[in-house]
């Protein structure tokens, strides 16, 4: 039986939503709030998009749309354009490969699975910053920043697990 065009685009629309929220995070991530220091140490919540859909529903977030999520991070924040681009792409491949290490297991698996990532990909573009500045930068900004993520991530990972819960069972 042929699907009606209201059901291919309830499906499109299902297989898009990883994309639109990391669309959607990627501007919350770089809304200025006026906290002295914090555009410095700022969360990454494309971090934290990328890695869950990668480990969940990798079906869903293609390389492509990763990469263009890091480029569009690295156009809003003023960051050299493909870095975050880069450990975006990182993150997605960690994501894929160590995903069955992942599913299934407790949430303090995946959150501690997280952090380690997290702590990779700010060392990541610590290094590249340093080596972009072609001077010494204080890593610290970037641990902060590793560290801020990490600890955002059970909320947002709640809200994707109950978005994939809700919404994608059926796709």
Known sequence: MT?????????????MLPACLGLMFVVLS???LYLPGYGMIAAN???????????HRPDLLSLATAFGLGLLLDILSGMPHGMNALVLLLVRLVGVSQGRVFRGKSFLVLWWGFALVALGAGL????????FALAPI?????????ALTTALFPFLGGLFALTQQQLLSSS
């Open 3 to 15: 699907p009606t065009l209201a059901q291919r685009l309830d499906r499109l629309a299902r297989n």
């Open 30 to 32: 770089v809304i200025p």
């Open 45 to 55: 919540f494309a971090l934290i998009t990328v890695f869950y859909w990668s480990v």
């Open 124 to 131: 990541v573009i610590w290094a590249l910053s340093t080596a």
């Open 138 to 146: 204080d890593p610290m900004p970037a641990l902060f920043q590793a």
